[in-house]
Nanobody
């Protein structure tokens, strides 16, 4: 069982930055691939980024490539999402997710692949 707690959301102006964090419980964090997803009101949950168990591979949605960076610190059981040049359309609840697995990050770009989800953190981008 893995519990995930996101933090770092908030209100930012368009073009600004936020860094989301996701703290995971458990002693086997390094065995899990991690992902970030977002869900805007009235829309389906969408993939944002994923990172492999070691941090050696990452994958991103096309819309965030070059602006967002996913990273992890296995010693701290934490995964991060650095979001730069935020756009008003990216206002959403951002969720952290985990799945036990050792494949490359691109394998985990779909939400059904994940077993555990956090409660989400709200990101609001003002224009």
């Amino acid at each position: 069982q893995v519990q995930l707690v996101e933090s770092g959301g908030g209100l930012v102006q368009a073009g600004g930055s936020l860094r989301l964090s996701c703290a995971a419980s458990g002693r086997t964090f390094s065995s899990y691939a991690m992902g970030w997803f977002c869900q805007a009101p009235g829309k389906e949950r969408e993939f944002v980024a994923a990172i492999s168990w070691s941090g050696g591979s990452t994958d991103y949605a096309d819309s965030v490539k070059g602006r967002f960076t996913i990273s992890r610190d296995n010693a701290k059981n934490t995964v991060y999402l650095q979001m730069n040049s935020l756009e008003p359309e990216e206002k959403a609840v951002y969720y952290c997710a985990a799945v036990r697995g050792l494949r490359s990050a691109s394998y985990y770009s779909r939400s059904p692949a994940y077993d555990y989800w956090g409660q989400g953190t709200q990101v609001t981008v003002s224009s």
